[in-house]
């Protein structure tokens, strides 16, 4: 079975194209590949008002870690050629391109002076082969120019940096926004809207060509809830098979799944409207999900992120597995956080009374749970709510065994013992062994809660030691009768 990729979910908005369709690979516009080798040469300038402070290995082995990106994110489809050259020295200062080139307002002027000067060091003309990353000396603000195939960059930047304009060169637009603070709508999805990112969202990998039609699944809005639908992470090898362009109207949402910083596999919900354009706010996270369990304070803690609500186009995402979703409707979604607000609670307050040592009848309220999940995932959301429901009432009813305090005691009393005895005779010491065995056994059992366990391995302890200490008097008095009189 082909591995699903993307969902692509189509609004039905008055008066927009809304339809995705399969381009006919004739149309080479519309059927744009960013892929296989892309000639790029990376050409550093040293400027005279600002002395070079990193070496050309150090530099290439930055365009390698850069190629290797593209190459992993492309899934084998894209990798650059060509070379590091320089360092090129240039008798410009910085300083001299205006105020502005070390800034976001850098200007259109300024900033092709500054290409004109590294074009001029270099020696290298505008119109030879293959794309150029000109890396500067000093503070210069990157930028690119698509239509030339230019970009700059500083020796300080990061690789973000580079990739960022890296992908103006292929023609990605900027997804962070020009106005105000320049804020990045994608919540630190795609390197194309904050360089922190390092990496592209599946947006800027179809606008690349890089995914394969097959490997996305379209959804119609209108047409809910879907079935289960198997998502796996943008992380994961593709199949290999040619790329396709996916043109869809102008605003839709799409739902992915890859790694994101320490958190683990992540689900994103965004909202596309290329009618913005370049910086206008293209791409807009909108929600995220989450399948995983934390660790809070030595016990589990489970964060069940895994519904998203979109009233006003009114569907709604509901995770159902560390790898299958379903496209619910709004209705459907409601019923389905409840029920995943029912076994948060319901998970919680099973922690809670293990935690407390509250464990008899524990598992009543943990099969009740169990048979919520089953529930759950088979989408029958309001009798995962119900089980939850009674999952939590059982736990608020368990209590803490009598065989809590007594295996506890016995426990810690067999080990005082232990310690203040010593076995001299084999046969002694041979049961010894199998106190230490028991207590051990007692002590595990004890440690995971399961007290009536423990209790009958420290009992099986005591009567073990007793045993010994009666082997122990009985050898050393059979030694001492039958020793000689002086």
Known sequence: MTRIFLVIILLFLSGLNRTIVNVNPKDSAADRCVCGPQLTYVILVEFADNPRTSSLDSLQAKFRDINASFFRQSYGKMWLTGAVKGWFHSDKRLSSFGRYVTKWEVTTDSALNLLGAAESASGLEQDSPGKKIFVVTGEAWGFAFENRGEAVVNEKHSIGVWIHEFGHLLGLPDLYLYAGEHGDPTGWSDVMGDTNAVTFSGFSRIKLGWIAQESIITVDAKSLPTQVLSIASLDEEQPKSRPSKI???????????????????????????????????????????????????????????????????????????????????????????????????????????????????????????????????????????????????????????????????????????????????????????????????ATLAFSAKRFDEAKIHAQRASELLEVARRTEASVIGEGLESKPSG
Request: glycine content about 8%; proline content about 2%.
């Open 247 to 441: 043109v869809t109207g102008p605003q839709y949402f799409l739902v992915e799944r890859r790694s994101y910083f320490l958190s683990g596999l992540r689900t994103f919900v965004f909202y596309v409207n290329e009618m913005k354009g370049s910086g206008g706010g293209i791409l807009t996270l909108t929600g995220t999900l989450d399948w995983d369990n934390y660790e809070v304070f030595g016990s589990n803690y489970m964060s069940l992120n895994y519904v998203f609500l979109e009233q006003i186009y009114k569907f709604s995402v509901i995770l159902l597995g560390q790898e299958e979703l379903m496209v619910g409707t709004v209705v459907s979604g409601e019923t389905a956080k409840l029920a995943v607000e029912s076994l948060q609670r319901a998970a919680i307050s099973i922690i809670s009374a293990s935690f407390s040592n509250r464990v008899q009848d524990l598992d009543k309220a943990n099969a009740s749970l169990w048979w919520a999940w089953q529930a759950y995932e088979g989408l029958n959301f309001e009798d995962a709510n119900n089980l939850a429901n009674e999952a939590y009432a059982l736990a608020g009813k368990a209590v803490v065994p009598d065989s809590y305090q007594t295996s506890k005691d016995l426990i810690v009393s067999v080990g005082k013992q232990l310690w203040n005895n010593s076995f001299t005779t084999p046969e002694a010491q041979k049961l010894q062994q199998q106190v230490l065995a028991a207590l051990q056994n």
